[in-house]
Protein backbone atom coordinates (compact mmCIF):
# COMPACT_ATOMS: atom_id res chain seq x y z
CA UNK A 1 0.00 0.00 0.00
CA UNK A 2 1.41 3.36 -0.82
CA UNK A 3 2.22 5.67 1.78
CA UNK A 4 0.80 9.12 3.15
CA UNK A 5 3.15 11.79 4.18
CA UNK A 6 1.92 14.97 5.74
CA UNK A 7 2.89 18.11 3.27
CA UNK A 8 3.91 21.61 5.17
CA UNK A 9 4.70 24.92 3.39
CA UNK A 10 8.27 24.85 1.89
CA UNK A 11 11.09 26.44 3.28
CA UNK A 12 12.77 28.65 1.97
CA UNK A 13 16.02 26.34 0.63
CA UNK A 14 19.50 27.28 3.49
CA UNK A 15 21.90 29.04 0.98
CA UNK A 16 25.27 28.23 2.93
CA UNK A 17 27.25 28.53 -0.15
CA UNK A 18 26.12 32.22 -0.89
CA UNK A 19 26.56 35.41 0.94
CA UNK A 20 23.51 36.81 2.97
CA UNK A 21 19.81 36.62 1.23
CA UNK A 22 19.82 40.57 1.59
CA UNK A 23 23.12 40.48 -0.54
CA UNK A 24 21.93 38.54 -3.33
CA UNK A 25 20.69 40.24 -6.68
CA UNK A 26 17.31 38.75 -7.79
CA UNK A 27 16.54 39.00 -11.17
CA UNK A 28 12.45 39.64 -12.46
CA UNK A 29 11.44 36.58 -15.11
CA UNK A 30 11.25 39.49 -18.29
CA UNK A 31 14.82 40.54 -17.00
CA UNK A 32 16.10 36.67 -17.72
CA UNK A 33 14.38 35.94 -20.24
CA UNK A 34 15.82 39.16 -22.34
CA UNK A 35 19.29 37.56 -21.86
CA UNK A 36 18.50 34.82 -22.49
CA UNK A 37 17.32 35.86 -25.93
CA UNK A 38 19.86 38.62 -26.53
CA UNK A 39 22.64 35.35 -26.32
CA UNK A 40 23.95 36.28 -22.90
CA UNK A 41 24.56 32.54 -21.91
CA UNK A 42 26.24 30.15 -23.72
CA UNK A 43 25.11 26.30 -24.50
CA UNK A 44 27.71 25.71 -21.96
CA UNK A 45 25.95 27.77 -19.04
CA UNK A 46 23.35 25.23 -17.68
CA UNK A 47 20.92 27.51 -15.76
CA UNK A 48 17.52 28.13 -15.04
CA UNK A 49 15.86 30.54 -12.99
CA UNK A 50 14.47 29.55 -9.67
CA UNK A 51 12.49 32.58 -7.23
CA UNK A 52 14.44 35.61 -8.98
CA UNK A 53 17.73 33.47 -8.84
CA UNK A 54 20.30 32.00 -11.14
CA UNK A 55 20.37 28.17 -10.46
CA UNK A 56 22.93 26.08 -12.11
CA UNK A 57 21.53 22.43 -13.47
CA UNK A 58 23.84 19.25 -12.28
CA UNK A 59 24.77 17.07 -15.15
CA UNK A 60 23.15 13.94 -15.07
CA UNK A 61 24.88 10.55 -14.05
CA UNK A 62 24.03 7.60 -15.56
CA UNK A 63 21.14 6.44 -13.24
CA UNK A 64 19.63 9.75 -13.45
CA UNK A 65 19.76 9.65 -17.36
CA UNK A 66 18.47 6.44 -16.96
CA UNK A 67 15.39 6.90 -14.95
CA UNK A 68 14.36 10.14 -17.25
CA UNK A 69 14.67 8.11 -20.09
CA UNK A 70 12.74 5.60 -19.15
CA UNK A 71 10.03 7.97 -17.32
CA UNK A 72 9.50 10.13 -20.33
CA UNK A 73 9.21 6.65 -22.42
CA UNK A 74 6.16 5.42 -19.61
CA UNK A 75 4.66 8.93 -20.18
CA UNK A 76 4.44 8.74 -23.45
CA UNK A 77 2.60 5.18 -23.35
CA UNK A 78 0.04 6.78 -21.65
CA UNK A 79 -0.69 10.41 -21.66
CA UNK A 80 -4.10 10.58 -23.89
CA UNK A 81 -4.03 12.84 -27.38
CA UNK A 82 -3.72 16.54 -26.74
CA UNK A 83 -1.17 16.46 -24.57
CA UNK A 84 2.98 15.63 -24.87
CA UNK A 85 5.83 15.39 -23.28
CA UNK A 86 8.68 17.74 -22.65
CA UNK A 87 12.29 16.70 -22.53
CA UNK A 88 14.24 19.38 -19.97
CA UNK A 89 12.52 22.59 -21.55
CA UNK A 90 11.29 25.38 -19.89
CA UNK A 91 8.00 26.57 -17.94
CA UNK A 92 7.36 29.71 -17.61
CA UNK A 93 6.17 30.64 -13.99
CA UNK A 94 5.56 34.33 -13.36
CA UNK A 95 4.20 34.42 -9.86
CA UNK A 96 6.92 32.72 -8.43
CA UNK A 97 9.85 34.89 -11.14
CA UNK A 98 11.29 31.16 -12.07
CA UNK A 99 11.62 29.60 -15.12
CA UNK A 100 12.65 26.17 -14.37
CA UNK A 101 13.65 22.95 -17.07
CA UNK A 102 12.31 20.23 -15.04
CA UNK A 103 13.19 16.24 -16.58
CA UNK A 104 10.23 15.64 -17.89
CA UNK A 105 6.77 17.73 -18.30
CA UNK A 106 3.24 16.82 -19.96
CA UNK A 107 2.12 20.28 -21.67
CA UNK A 108 -0.93 20.42 -23.65
CA UNK A 109 -1.22 20.43 -27.32
CA UNK A 110 1.25 19.43 -29.73
CA UNK A 111 5.03 20.56 -29.82
CA UNK A 112 4.96 23.47 -32.72
CA UNK A 113 1.93 25.54 -30.02
CA UNK A 114 5.10 27.11 -28.22
CA UNK A 115 7.29 27.58 -30.72
CA UNK A 116 6.92 31.71 -29.92
CA UNK A 117 6.16 31.14 -25.94
CA UNK A 118 6.59 28.43 -23.28
CA UNK A 119 3.94 27.00 -21.44
CA UNK A 120 2.73 28.61 -18.01
CA UNK A 121 1.08 26.55 -15.75
CA UNK A 122 -2.44 26.46 -17.19
CA UNK A 123 -0.57 24.56 -19.83
CA UNK A 124 1.24 21.70 -17.77
CA UNK A 125 -0.72 19.24 -16.47
CA UNK A 126 2.18 16.86 -14.90
CA UNK A 127 6.38 18.06 -13.89
CA UNK A 128 8.86 15.28 -13.04
CA UNK A 129 11.59 15.52 -11.19
CA UNK A 130 14.52 13.07 -10.94
CA UNK A 131 16.57 13.21 -7.76
CA UNK A 132 19.91 11.63 -6.70
CA UNK A 133 21.93 14.04 -4.82
CA UNK A 134 19.84 17.03 -5.10
CA UNK A 135 17.11 15.38 -3.68
CA UNK A 136 16.28 18.58 -1.37
CA UNK A 137 16.66 20.76 -3.91
CA UNK A 138 13.91 18.62 -6.03
CA UNK A 139 11.35 18.77 -2.54
CA UNK A 140 12.37 22.38 -1.93
CA UNK A 141 10.86 22.73 -5.78
CA UNK A 142 7.41 22.17 -4.79
CA UNK A 143 6.90 25.97 -3.48
CA UNK A 144 7.45 26.67 -7.05
CA UNK A 145 5.56 24.32 -8.56
CA UNK A 146 2.78 24.12 -5.75
CA UNK A 147 2.83 27.89 -5.74
CA UNK A 148 2.65 28.68 -9.20
CA UNK A 149 -0.46 26.33 -9.51
CA UNK A 150 0.68 23.24 -11.25
CA UNK A 151 -1.58 20.28 -10.44
CA UNK A 152 0.73 17.39 -9.97
CA UNK A 153 4.49 17.36 -9.19
CA UNK A 154 6.39 13.83 -8.96
CA UNK A 155 9.98 13.15 -7.84
CA UNK A 156 12.15 10.09 -8.81
CA UNK A 157 13.70 9.75 -5.73
CA UNK A 158 17.06 7.30 -6.84
CA UNK A 159 18.10 7.80 -2.77
CA UNK A 160 15.19 6.02 -1.51
CA UNK A 161 13.73 4.32 -4.25
CA UNK A 162 10.40 5.75 -4.71
CA UNK A 163 8.48 8.09 -6.20
CA UNK A 164 6.99 10.85 -4.72
CA UNK A 165 3.94 12.36 -5.73
CA UNK A 166 2.21 16.05 -4.58
CA UNK A 167 -0.94 17.30 -5.54
CA UNK A 168 -3.49 19.75 -4.69
CA UNK A 169 -1.88 22.67 -5.10
CA UNK A 170 -1.67 26.11 -3.27
CA UNK A 171 0.58 29.00 -2.53
CA UNK A 172 2.72 27.37 0.19
CA UNK A 173 3.50 24.09 -2.02
CA UNK A 174 1.61 21.09 -1.99
CA UNK A 175 -1.20 20.00 0.38
CA UNK A 176 -0.38 16.31 -0.12
CA UNK A 177 2.16 13.83 -0.67
CA UNK A 178 2.09 9.92 -1.53
CA UNK A 179 4.91 7.83 -1.51
CA UNK A 180 4.58 4.72 -4.40
CA UNK A 181 6.84 1.92 -3.67
CA UNK A 182 8.58 -0.88 -6.29
CA UNK A 183 5.72 -3.60 -6.73
CA UNK A 184 3.18 -0.47 -7.05
CA UNK A 185 1.31 1.46 -9.89
CA UNK A 186 1.44 5.52 -9.80
CA UNK A 187 -1.74 7.31 -10.71
CA UNK A 188 -1.03 9.81 -14.05
CA UNK A 189 -3.41 12.09 -13.73
CA UNK A 190 -4.26 14.53 -16.06
CA UNK A 191 -6.47 17.56 -16.28
CA UNK A 192 -7.92 15.98 -12.82
CA UNK A 193 -8.70 12.67 -14.59
CA UNK A 194 -7.37 9.55 -14.05
CA UNK A 195 -6.14 8.60 -17.61
CA UNK A 196 -3.62 5.46 -16.51
CA UNK A 197 -1.13 4.43 -14.58
CA UNK A 198 2.96 3.88 -14.60
CA UNK A 199 4.88 0.67 -12.40
CA UNK A 200 7.35 2.01 -9.60
CA UNK A 201 9.46 -0.57 -11.46
CA UNK A 202 9.20 0.86 -14.90
CA UNK A 203 10.83 3.74 -14.30
CA UNK A 204 13.79 2.90 -11.69
CA UNK A 205 16.79 2.17 -12.75
Known amino acids: MSTIIPTQPAAAAELAWAPPAESLYRMSLEQYEAMVASGVFSRGDRLHLIRGLLVAKMTQNTPHSTAD ?57 LVVEVADSRLREARDLTGVYGGGGIAVYWIVNLVDRQVEVYSDPFQGGYRSRVDFKPGQAIPVVIDSRQVG ?6 ILP
Open 197 to 202: TIAVDD
Open 69 to 125: LLCGDALERTIPPGWHVRPAKPIRIAGQASKPEPDRSVARGEIRDYSRHDPDPGDVA
